[in-house]
């Protein structure tokens, strides 16, 4: 859309899962589909596959693009796992395709000025190393500019932007919150005071313990809570994300989502920690980013990223064929969530052109349903299946629902209270409901930092690497 405002324009789809996007001023975008890069003509249009011609040996994704025109390269980040914290800087040729992995950690590029790369690292430090691009290696020791850069620990993108002419716009500090229990009329209460980075609160099924996941640096590890003691105990510490904790239906074990191996993949814990974690549902060709399991504990659903987002189940013992649940090839379809009685699924589409609820029966086959009218996401059950509560419209909606044969029937939709609280960055929900169906657990934002604008910095970009060299 225009900077002076007016209508947006659709340009076209993005293929696969988003991850950053790069407009070149020869009148195309470069999009990062997280498994490869993709060209669209600046006008609109299908996207191309942008040719690699030697794709590093071992290279899962190619994320945060950065057209650098008059060098003719894409700087992307090239990560080996899915930790966020192995991606480096690499350079692509936009002629040939020729790629460069630098030996530079990074899981954002900026840019290039004055033969300096400017980048952000997973720790969120703004960074900066003297380049020969003609070489394809860099010509000193990396300095650190400044260092609270916002940067999602999953996809590793930060909040920042810098421009040809050298103004870096980047957005400082942590989203922490404080966990509050809300209600319709009701005002909020703090359930845990203390302000952190925390996401993805789950209560157990019989509502007395929680998990959720609490960032710190770039790390992100899973904590219990016993909710009446209000005593913390840490479920994790491998790897470098944890996150997206549900329970097992009996209140017995924890499954989250790892990039512990090469893979993310999920892995489970008992709740008890009396045995260590072990893998649940991970492959050696296969990104899962959340799974829960089925009321009766026979079956795991759980959503991959292949050329998009899609959602699968199989059985955990036996044949456990994978089958599909949504896989629409154009459609990016996350938040898997199964009804207490284990008949219906509910999940999250954009398969008509923005995001809804829709429900379908589980396993299937069957009709879907649109839950949601003029977007939704985020969808909780209440405990007794009667109704399916959504984020959506600025608003925390609960729709009643009655199962008419085949389909579910939407009996009303009605909006509880305004949608004032923190929505996470990746795909899950980022609330709970609890087992009365009238309170809720949500993170109410305490602290979402600052946008700092720098102008004519290059100076102070100089001399700070000058310095490096010195030292």
Do not use: C
Not at 59 to 72: M, S
């Amino acid at each position: 859309m225009s900077t002076g405002g007016g209508r947006a324009q659709l340009l076209g789809t993005a293929p696969g899962t988003f991850n950053g996007m790069t407009w070149s001023t020869t009148g195309f975008l470069i999009i990062s589909g997280n498994i490869g890069l993709y060209r669209m003509p600046e006008g609109g249009g299908s996207a191309t596959p942008f040719t690699v011609a030697n794709r590093p040996a071992g290279e899962l994704y190619q994320d945060g693009p950065v057209v650098v025109d008059d060098e003719g390269i894409v700087l992307y980040s090239s990560w080996p796992s899915s930790a966020v914290n192995a991606a480096k800087i690499a350079i692509a040729s936009m002629k040939t395709g020729e790629v460069t992995v630098l030996d530079i950690v990074g899981s954002q590029p900026l840019g290039i000025i004055d033969g300096v790369l400017v980048y952000v690292n997973a720790n969120g430090a703004l960074m900066a190393v003297p380049i020969d691009v003609k070489k394809r290696r860099v010509t000193g020791t990396p300095v650190q500019l400044a260092t609270d850069v916002s940067v999602n620990n999953g996809s590793g993108l930060a909040s920042a932007s810098l421009s040809a002419a050298g103004t870096i716009f980047y957005q400082s500090g942590i989203r922490q919150s404080q966990l509050v229990e809300v209600g319709a009329g009701v005002a909020p209460s703090v359930v845990l005071g203390e302000s952190q980075e925390y996401l993805f609160p789950r209560l157990s099924p019989d509502g007395n313990r929680l998990a959720v996941t609490i960032g710190s640096g770039d790390h992100r590890d899973i904590w219990l809570y016993d909710l009446r003691s209000r005593t913390p105990a840490r479920l994790t510490s491998e790897g470098t994300t944890n996150e997206r904790a549900e329970w097992s239906p009996d209140g017995k074990r924890v499954l989250y989502r790892t990039d512990r191996d090469v893979r993310t993949a999920i892995w489970w814990r008992p709740a008890d920690m009396s045995a260590g974690a072990t893998p649940l549902l991970t492959g050696p060709r296969m990104d899962v980013f959340e799974a829960v399991l089925s009321p009766d504990q026979l079956n795991i659903v759980y959503q991959v990223d292949t050329l998009g987002a899609d959602i699968y189940y199989r059985a955990l013992s036996g044949d456990t064929t994978s089958h599909a649940i949504a896989n629409n090839g154009k459609a990016i379809e996350t938040m898997p969530r199964l009804s207490p009685d284990g008949h219906w699924i509910a999940f999250v589409t954009d398969e008509s052109g923005h995001e809804e609820v829709v429900v379908q029966p589980f396993p299937g086959p069957g009709g879907r349903v649109q839950i949601s009218s003029e977007g939704g996401t985020e969808p909780v059950w209440a405990r007794d299946g009667q109704r399916l509560f959504y984020r959506g419209s600025g608003n925390i909606m609960a729709a009643t629902v009655h199962a008419n044969g085949p389909l579910l029937d939407v009996v009303r939709r009605d909006s509880l209270f305004a949608d004032t609280f923190l929505f996470a960055a990746n795909p899950h929900a980022n609330y709970d409901v609890l087992p009365d169906g009238k309170r809720f657990l949500f993170l109410k934002d305490v602290n979402a930092g600052e946008l700092i604008v720098g102008v004519n910095w290059t100076s102070a970009l100089r001399a700070k690497v000058a310095e490096g060299r010195r030292k």
